[in-house]
Every structure is written in structure tokens, then in C-alpha cells.
């Protein structure tokens, strides 16, 4: 069943790099992650680490509004412990979805993601118009679950989007499918910068 959701929800967005072993570091981020979970407000989380970049991590959770947000960094000031395991590459940003959808399967049940990041000093509005016809060329192809796309609330320039499939080799045929990757083309021309990365999820210790 096909979803739309544009709500009031915001969602922090943060990069990693692993600044030890692997298996340490994502022991340490997941128990960041779900420290979070256990927060009033929240909604959903995605952590990935990037398939091509070994130990490069996304970390994203959403939450129902800003204070519920700001209330658990609060409390995280004041319990170091909890804390992220390292400083977010380029200091993370709020975001909030300008355009989310779901085709029959949640980004939680993803087995592998596309992780699109952007800046974007033209016109906003054809990249989210690209964005969009990236994704529905995605619709009706098997496995393909859903995406997001996310707007930074303090700098409007820079976007995050998710694509998600619940099969990573499904991913992979899309990814190298023609018509895809025409689309991606168009989105590239309308940003300044552009990088479209796979996703590993991480929902558990290794």
C-alpha cells in the first residue's frame, strides 16, 4: 500500500568514521542508537555503514517534533556516556522530510539503503522535482520499499535522501538499470555536489 507522509517530524542526521576496530566502533554507535529509542518522542532510526567506504557509518533518528529532541540532548549533556562514539563528520544537521514514500515495506525492514547527499545553490525546487522522478522510476521495480527526502532546517541548501530495498541484490539491479540511472544524471546536473552511497544497516552487533 502506497503511504505519504509530510509531517511535523524532524530527524537528526550524523557521519561517522570509525575511529578504532570496526566491530568496537558499531557496538558503541548501535548503543548510542537505542539509548535514543528509549527517548520520549521517538519515531524510527536508520544506521548504515557504507558499502564501498568500510567504516564510514550515516546514523539518522527521527523524532515527533523538536522538543522531544532537544529534551534528549539534554539529557545526554549530562550523561557523557551515552554520547555519540565519535564527533559527526561536518557537525551532523536537523532535517525535515519534503517528501516521503513508502511502498509497502518501512525503512526499519530495509536490507540495504541508498544514501543520497547533496548541496544544492540553484534551483531547490528541480532538485526535489528530480529527486522524486528518481524515485518513482524505482516504484515498480521488485524489492524496492520506499524513500525519503530529507532538507536541512538550518542550511536549506543541503539535502539527504534515502532510497531503500528488502533485498540487496534487487538494489543492485536498479542501481545499474538504464532508466535509473538516467534519472540519477538528472539529479546530479541540478546539485552542485552529489554523492549516492549503499548501505549496510546495522540493527545488532556483528
Given at each position: 500500500m ?19 576496530p ?14 535514543r529509542?528509549?527517548?520520549k518522542g ?10 564501498d ?6 546514523h539518522?533518528?527521527?523524532?515527533e ?8 540532548g539534554?539529557d545526554e549533556d ?9 564527533d559527526p563528520?561536518?557537525?551532523g544537521c536537523l ?10 515495506s518501512?525503512?526499519q525492514?530495509?536490507l540495504?539503503?541508498?544514501v ?10 528541480r532538485?526535489?522535482?528530480?529527486f522524486?522522478?528518481?524515485?518513482g ?6 524489492g524496492?520499499?520506499g ?25 543492485d ?6 532508466g535509473f540511472l ?7 546536473r541540478?546539485?552542485?555536489?552529489l ?12
Open positions: 502506497l503511504q505519504r507522509d509530510t509531517g511535523p517530524r524532524v530527524t537528526a542526521v550524523g557521519c561517522f568514521n570509525a575511529t578504532g570496526a566491530a568496537v566502533f558499531e557496538r558503541d554507535l548501535l548503543a548510542y542508537a537505542l539509548h529509542e528509549a527517548c521517538f519515531v524510527l532510526r536508520v544506521t548504515v555503514e557504507l558499502v567506504r568500510p567504516g564510514a557509518y550515516v539518522l533518528d527521527q523524532w517534533g523538536l522538543d522531544a529532541l532537544v529534551r534528549t539534554q549530562r550523561r557523557p556516556a551515552v554520547r555519540p562514539p565519535a563528520l561536518g557537525g532535517t525535515v522530510s519534503v517528501g516521503r514514500v513508502v511502498v509497502g518501512p525503512v525492514e530495509a540495504r539503503l541508498l543520497v547527499q547533496a548541496r544544492v545553490s540553484g534551483e531547490t525546487s532538485f526535489e522535482q528530480d522524486g522522478a528518481l524515485a522510476q524505482c516504484v515498480h521495480d521488485e524496492f520499499g524513500s525519503d527526502l530529507l532538507r536541512s532546517v538550518t542550511d536549506p541548501q543541503r539535502y539527504t535522501g534515502l532510497l531503500w530495498w528488502r533485498d540487496p541484490a534487487a538494489c539491479r536498479t542501481l545499474a538499470a538504464d538516467q534519472r540519477h544524471g538528472d539529479l546530479a541540478s546539485a552542485d555536489a554523492s549516492a552511497e549503499r548501505g549496510r544497516p546495522l540493527r545488532g552487533a556483528r
